[in-house]
């Protein structure tokens, strides 16, 4: 039930994750600031790519990589704190990484005016490897969390039943999604600008993920409620 107790969560989970965007946008920019200043000033190998965190020395690479997941640990367990049921934990942490996301690159443009568009290739993600694609993509993926996460968090009593095959067309959907984030890997780590980003491969899984959502919620729908009375 949406009621003032609930809006008053869903919006505590917004103001959480505009919070920890900001702090996050600040420590890329300190990062950028101390490690790869002089390199973007006279054109190191970097040309128009300014998130180069795996140009940090290997000690800190270790520690960036420590520091995003406990960005997750972070957000599920505020996620899980803001719920009391499964499905309403997992909407809380959908927002909260969809809006923190949009909010770490709204600060950076704002502070840093960075990104230059939304083609502007970014190092998204260093576990296992580094994420590499245009901001676009991680912008469309946060927008479609929030938007599923608002259904989840504001209907958590819905009868949602997921069958093995939802399950594996999820687990598909991300994989095909983390495999185009991780396809010029390589070029990051070889200090390159990516040549390419397979738009057909994210896309796909995407739509997948994203039908798969769908269709589940329209289950729910359609299934009659059972009202319980006590008597």
Sequence with gaps: MWNVERRLAYTSLWVLALAFGWIE?????YLRELYTREMLVHGGAFPGFQVTLVTLPNN??????AR??????????????AGRGTVDRAGAFLILFGVWDLAYYGVLKLIASWPESLSTWDILFLIPAPWVAPVWTPMLVATL????????????????RYRWTDIAALAVSALLIIGAFLVESSAAIDHRVPERFPVWL??????????????????????????????
């Design 60 to 65: 800190l690479v270790a520690l960036e990589m």
């Design 145 to 160: 969390f929030i938007a599923a996460g608002t259904i989840l968090f504001s209907t958590p009593e819905r009868d949602r």
């Design 202 to 231: 994210f896309l796909a899984g995407v739509a997948l993920g994203s039908g798969c959502f769908l269709r589940v919620e329209g289950r729910g729908l359609r299934r009659p409620s059972v009202v319980h009375q006590s008597g």
């Design 25 to 29: 946008a600040s420590i890329v920019v």
């Design 68 to 81: 995003e997941a406990c960005t997750i640990v972070l957000l599920g367990a505020a996620g899980w704190l």
